[in-house]
């Protein structure tokens, strides 16, 4: 099995920032792409910022200059540093991972429960 966890979500004021984490755990033999997704209420989940088992990372136009994704592969994690966060931020994010388990020979992409950031005054 290979669990994420996600962490470091909460509430903030506007231009404030927040990091999420997000540890990857299990029967794990290597990692491809890690990614963040994000769902606010009423919407459908949207791709926030990916990054390659090489360190490319692309972005969301909504959040390119804001958020920063980045990766520590000797610990499986995975963080999205925000800044500047704005009220339409609001949502619980979600990190995948592309995993390849010691027992599979082809990469499977596993979810995390979700972490809520609010931003509000």
């Known amino acids: 099995q290979v669990q994420l966890v996600e962490s470091g979500g909460g509430l903030v004021q506007p231009g404030g920032s927040l990091r999420l984490s997000c540890a990857a755990s299990?029967?794990?033999?290597?990692?491809?792409?890690m990614g963040w997704y994000r769902q606010a209420p009423g919407k459908q989940r949207e791709w926030v910022a990916g990054i390659t088992s090489g360190g490319t990372t692309t972005y969301a136009d909504s959040v390119q200059g804001r958020f920063t994704i980045s990766r520590d592969n000797a610990k499986n994690t995975t963080y999205l540093q925000m800044n500047a966060l704005k009220p339409e931020d609001t949502a619980v994010y979600y990190c995948?991972?592309?995993?390849?388990?010691?027992?599979?020979?082809?990469?499977?992409?596993?979810w995390g429960q979700g972490t809520q950031v609010t931003v509000s005054s």
């Open positions: 299990g029967s794990i033999f290597s990692i491809g792409s």
């Open positions: 995948n991972a592309w995993v390849k388990r010691y027992s599979s020979s082809f990469l499977v992409q596993y």
